[in-house]
Nanobody, 121 residues
Framework: QVQLVESGGGSVQAGDSLRLSCAASGRAFSSYDMGWFRQGAGEEREFVAVIRWSGGWTYYADSVKGRFTISRDNAKNTVYLQMNSLKHEDTDVYYC??????????????WGQGTQVTVSS
């Protein structure tokens, strides 16, 4: 079991940067693959990025590739999402997730409460 709490969201202008953090508590954080997803009102939850438990492999949605970077610090039980060159279309609630990994949100068993990111054009 792991509990996840996101932070770092906010309202920014297009072109700005934000760094989201996801702090985990509970057992065996370092054994979980971690993902970031986002969701708009009335929309399906969308994959953003995933990082392997070791940090040795990452994968990104095409829409964020080259702008976002996922990383983790297992000593701090925290995963990060550095978001640069933000666009209006990045506006969403961002969630971190833990467990099986991959790009399909239904395969993750543990979720944070979400943090709002709003980008003004």
């Amino acid at each position: 079991q792991v509990q996840l709490v996101e932070s770092g969201g906010g309202s920014v202008q297009a072109g700005d940067s934000l760094r989201l953090s996801c702090a985990a508590s509970g057992r065996a954080f370092s054994s979980y693959d971690m993902g970031w997803f986002r969701q708009g009102a009335g929309e399906e939850r969308e994959f953003v990025a995933v990082i392997r438990w070791s940090g040795g492999w990452t994968y990104y949605a095409d829409s964020v590739k080259g702008r976002f970077t996922i990383s983790r610090d297992n000593a701090k039980n925290t995963v990060y999402l550095q978001m640069n060159s933000l666009k209006h279309e990045d506006t969403d609630v961002y969630y971190c997730a833990a467990d099986a990994g991959g790009v399909v949100h239904r395969k993750y068993n543990y979720w944070g409460q979400g943090t709002q990111v709003t980008v003004s054009s």
